[in-house]
């Protein structure tokens, strides 16, 4: 199975984003102490471990902590508390030390992780580590309320919030995971982009959605709008090194990664459900070949008797005259043929996953 799962690394992501066809929303909420949301979520999941991560739009003055997010129990007042000026990353009781200072008015990402069997909270900003502490405790399950936009002063389900602390930003896509996140997916949540949808691999992990934060079942207070992101056609690269997925470039003759595109039975048409989901197919059947080589023999085998009428041929290609070459064509790309490589020679895949 890792051989077509390493195939589809270089399709996925352009296959999920026009299949998902989902809004990207965000928040934007009143710079004033009556807008909020406030919820009372079961956290016992979270016991054990815990991830806080969101794109977060800093409105306010940056000498204020905006809190954007805070959980307050019974036994600790900061169990999460989390401010647009990054002044506030506070976990178990706890603040993590940095010295980064958010970009003003623009987009950054951060998440905030904990695991009880790593005893460690570490910071992320812009897809890299930038401050961790050490803990020995466990995360606070006890009666508590979470708040979004406000610094809560209770722990009750009760509207008594701080002056001075109101967020007045935009935020979109905060979720909260019963895991700790890896430096490789925080690195590619904001690689993604603001406009992605790769919180969607890690759905089986998160706790609180933002589609539920989103939901009209979830009650939202005072000035809160629901805001359509403008989305950028790139994506992010982390600030430091941080290893990624690879991304071709012109350098080294890598510039073939969309190649395959031109193929007469992709090229010029439009994209379709039904297109993304053939390429889908072809790729979940190779991993009935895990361990071959993409070589002739392999196309040839696949082209005999894996070329059905339903799969899309050249202009010219029919089924009867055997010329259905065209349906694996795919696989004569260099990014396929003779083993599947990376753009940069000296750098497996074996390194990146």
Request: include cysteine; hydrophobic fraction near 35%; charge should be negative.
């Amino acid at each position: 199975m890792m051989f077509a799962y390493r195939i589809s690394l270089l399709l996925l992501p352009f296959l999920t984003s026009v299949l998902s066809h989902k809004p990207h929303v965000a928040l934007k909420f009143g710079d004033d102490l009556r807008s909020y949301i406030m919820i009372n979520p079961d956290m016992s999941p979270l016991e054990e471990a815990v991830s806080v991560c969101s794109w977060v739009k800093q409105l306010s003055p940056t000498s204020r902590n905006g809190a954007w997010m805070h959980y307050k129990t019974q036994d600790y007042s900061d169990e999460i508390t989390l401010s647009d000026n990054l002044s506030w990353a506070w976990l178990l009781y706890g603040n993590t030390p940095h010295s980064q200072t958010p970009v003003h008015s623009q987009w950054f990402h951060v998440c905030l992780a904990w695991s009880f069997s790593s005893g460690t909270v570490t910071l992320y900003y812009n897809g890299v580590q930038i401050g961790s502490r050490s803990t020995s405790r466990k995360f606070s399950v006890s009666t508590g309320s979470l708040v979004i936009g406000q610094w809560h002063s209770t722990y009750k389900m009760e509207a008594t919030f701080s002056s001075g602390y109101s967020f007045g930003g935009e935020l979109t896509k905060l979720n909260i995971l019963k895991r700790k996140v890896s430096d490789q997916e925080v690195a590619q949540m904001y690689k993604s982009g603001v406009c992605s949808n790769y919180e969607d691999t890690l759905e089986n992990h998160i706790h609180l959605s933002w589609e539920t934060l989103l939901s009209d079942d979830t009650e939202k207070h005072g000035n809160i709008v629901k805001l359509n992101l403008t989305c950028p056609t790139h994506t992010h690269e982390p600030t430091t090194g941080i290893p990624t997925t690879v991304r071709p470039t012109e350098e080294g003759g890598c510039n073939n990664r969309w190649a395959f595109l031109r193929l007469s039975d992709i090229y010029n048409k439009t994209i379709e459900k039904e297109m993304l989901q053939d390429l889908r197919e072809r790729l979940e059947l190779l991993a009935e070949f895990d361990g071959h080589q993409i070589d002739d023999t392999l196309i040839a085998h696949l082209t005999k008797h894996h070329c059905s009428s339903e799969m899309p041929r050249g202009d010219n290609e029919t089924e009867e005259s055997g010329d259905c070459n065209n349906c694996w064509a795919i696989l004569r790309f260099p990014d396929f043929f003779e083993n599947v490589r990376t753009c940069r020679r000296r750098l497996r895949f074996e390194n990146i996953l």
